[in-house]
């Protein structure tokens, strides 16, 4: 079974950053495809950044060149770097496990980003 926790939500205003966190437990992290999802009130969740056990990334064209994501696989920990921060990024963000070789994946709690003056 594998636990993901993130940490670092919050408030920030506009133009700031932020830095999301998230740990896996378990040891399928270093082979698992690991990504960062949102979800705004009254809107679907949607994918927001991916980074593969190698660190191949893909963003969402609304944070490109806003938002980075990169792994730590010693510490089994994916970040999400915010930068330039917008309300339109309001949502509680989703870490996301998927490990494509088990066919299983697997959801954090979330965590709120709160952008506003």
């Known amino acids: 079974q594998v636990q993901l926790v993130e940490s670092g939500g919050g408030l920030v205003q506009p133009g700031g950053s932020l830095r999301l966190s998230c740990a896996a437990s378990?040891?399928?992290?270093?082979?698992?495809?690991m990504g960062w999802y949102r979800q705004a009130p009254g809107k679907q969740r949607e994918l927001v950044a991916r980074i593969t056990p190698a660190g191949g990334t893909n963003y969402a064209d609304s944070v490109k060149g806003r938002f980075t994501i990169s792994r730590d696989n010693a510490q089994n920990t994916v970040y999400l770097q915010m930068n330039s921060l917008k309300p339109e990024d309001t949502a509680v963000y989703y870490c996301n496990l998927d490990y494509r070789v088990g066919g299983m994946v697997y959801w954090g709690k979330g965590t709120l980003v709160t952008v506003s003056s």
């Open positions: 378990g040891s399928i992290f270093r082979i698992s495809v």
